[in-house]
């Protein structure tokens, strides 16, 4: 997908999330449930700390209004999720999960790594 489509997707899904509000209010539990449903985990980790064929995805990922386009166009080595497949409620769902995963630890606050 070229460029100025990309954007002009997300510009147009940022407009829909804007307007329709409470629309779509995600819930973290659900989306940690789709999450594994969807196989997110086998490229992406069981927290989004990115793997062998996925990159990192938690603790601050993508922004709903890229991610539902990224999602439902992408041409990379992801497969591109359409809705009836993966619901706007579902990536909206598992994009508070990955949000909700707290940051790790700055390795100087672990005593075992600063010997």
């Not at 041409?75 to 909206?92: Q, R």
Request: aromatic share 10%.
């Amino acid at each position: 997908m070229r460029v100025s489509n990309l954007l002009t997707t997300a510009a147009l899904a940022a407009g829909f999330f804007v307007t329709q509000g409470s629309a779509f209010a995600a819930d973290a539990q659900k989306g940690k449930t789709a999450y594994a449903k969807y196989g997110c985990w086998q490229c992406h980790g069981y927290l989004g700390q990115g793997g062998g064929a996925g990159p990192k995805l938690a603790p601050e990922p993508m922004p709903l209004v890229a991610l539902v386009p990224f999602l439902r166009h992408t041409n990379g080595a992801m497969p591109p999720y359409m809705e009836p497949v993966l619901s706007d409620a579902d990536i909206a769902d598992i994009q508070a999960y990955l949000a909700s995963i707290p940051k790790p630890a700055d390795y100087k606050s672990i005593p075992l790594l600063n010997q």
